[in-house]
């Protein structure tokens, strides 16, 4: 039986113990996480300035993600209720039909350098210094060589502006396993004065873009019909079409994907702030459309393909700060950026996958309002053994007031 089988019915002790069997995770790494993320101030203090405390959000884990015939145990960092649930469903079905195949470019972050009050041969002069321009680029990015990685190439454009013209210059590097923001940053302070000395003008922004178009990955998986059922999949393809066509229903559509995306990025201490700006900005490039596709093979399967910009890593940054965002990695179990990359782009598309089945069949409320209604359970101070009862009551009641939790709990406990 499989180890991780009727996880969401385990307390947390319990599972934590299949975490510590299954993927390894030591004592000291399962008091962190029973200590809510074990993040001390004085670390936090000097994460960030004007530290006061620290906030906290639930992880919560997917086990039996399939991803090209490998099983993950995924963790989500999260305070929406049903995204996990909704994954671990879409995950759960997709492994039954194989699982998801995936796969991501290499991980070339892009940087930018413009430079202003340029003459009009500026760009004729960045490409006949073109090769002088690479080479203390290459230097510049050499750290990044011990790792298989660094500089890639470099190019540049003229931009027409209500402030006159400016060329911008592009930078292309490999940053292997890191988000890269960094290297590229860095690269392109060192590389602005030599920019000036070549092409004249001033340099004004040196800064890489967050839209990592070198950098996607993409996953894909079917459905088979005899698994999700012919009924469900017209229905959900009636609400894709929904997306692909209503810029309004598109954003929110967009959004379920990125619940997934995110709560993966945060679990692992990336910056999804970088993820989402990539992402929104990727959705919008030809007007804003679906991050995915839903459509109907020859023999009426679903077919779900995704492909996102991801600028993520599996070290430098929080990544080495957080307690969790290791913890996370270990958990998950990949070897670098591009592999969680691709685990992020099977979740989004899970995570569509599971939105669109709900909403176009029953809805997402139902599922919702239980944990919304355990919740109040909770706060109106239920114990852990008496939160089934009061959600039970509750949903029966069809009633998910404080009052209504509150009135419940007392008559349990025949007050
Ligand atoms: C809620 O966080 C996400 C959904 O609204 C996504 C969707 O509508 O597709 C359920």
Known sequence: MN???????????????????????SDDEAKVL?????????????????????NHLPLGIVPGFVINGKEYVVPMCIEEPSVVAGAAKAAKLAAK?????????????TGQVQLVGISDDALEKFNFNKEEI?????????????????????????????????????????????MGANTINTLLEGIAPLLEEKIGGKVRLR??????????????????????????????LDGYEF????????????????????????ATGNDWRAVEASVHAYAAMDGYKPLNKFYKDENGDL???????????????????????????????????????????????AQNFAAL????????????????????????GAKEDEVKNVVEKMVEKNDYSTEAAKEILEKLRGG
């Not at 029973?34 to 530290?51: F, K, P, Q, Y």
């Not at 290459?138 to 400016?166: F, N, P, Q, V, W």
């Not at 307690?323 to 998950?332: E, R």
């Open 97 to 109: 039909c194989g699982g998801f195949t995936a796969d991501a470019d290499e991980p070339v972050m």
């Open 243 to 266: 997306a692909a066509n209503d810029i309004y229903r598109c954003c929110t559509h967009n959004k379920g994907i990125m619940n997934g995306v995110d709560a993966v990025a945060v």
């Open 357 to 380: 089945n709900a909403l176009s069949t029953v809805g997402i409320q139902k599922g919702h309002m239980k944990l919304h209604a355990a919740n109040l359970a909770v706060a109106a």
């Open 134 to 178: 690479a080479v203390k680029a290459k230097e510049l990015a050499s750290g990044m060589e011990m790792y298989g990685g660094g500089y890639k190439e470099c190019e540049a454009h003229i931009l027409d502006t209500s402030r006159g013209k400016m060329l911008i210059a592009i930078f292309y590097v490999d940053v292997r396993d890191a």
């Open 303 to 349: 077919v779900g393909e995704i492909e996102l910009p991801l600028t993520v890593g599996t070290v430098g940054g929080a990544i080495n700060t957080s307690p969790i965002a290791g913890i996370s990695l270990k958990i998950l179990d990949v070897k670098g950026a591009q592999e969680l990359s691709m685990v992020m782009a099977a979740v989004g598309l």
């Open 3 to 25: 180890a991780f089988s009727g996880f969401y019915k385990k307390n947390i002790q319990e599972r934590i113990e299949i975490l510590k069997k299954e993927r390894g995770i």
């Open 34 to 54: 029973l200590d809510s993320g074990a993040l001390d101030l004085d670390t936090a203090n000097r994460m960030i300035e004007n530290v006061v405390g620290i």
């Open 207 to 236: 800064i890489l873009t967050n839209l990592a178009t070198k950098r996607k990955a993409r996953a894909k998986c079917v459905w088979k019909k005899e698994v999700v059922g012919e009924d469900a999949i017209e229905k959900m």
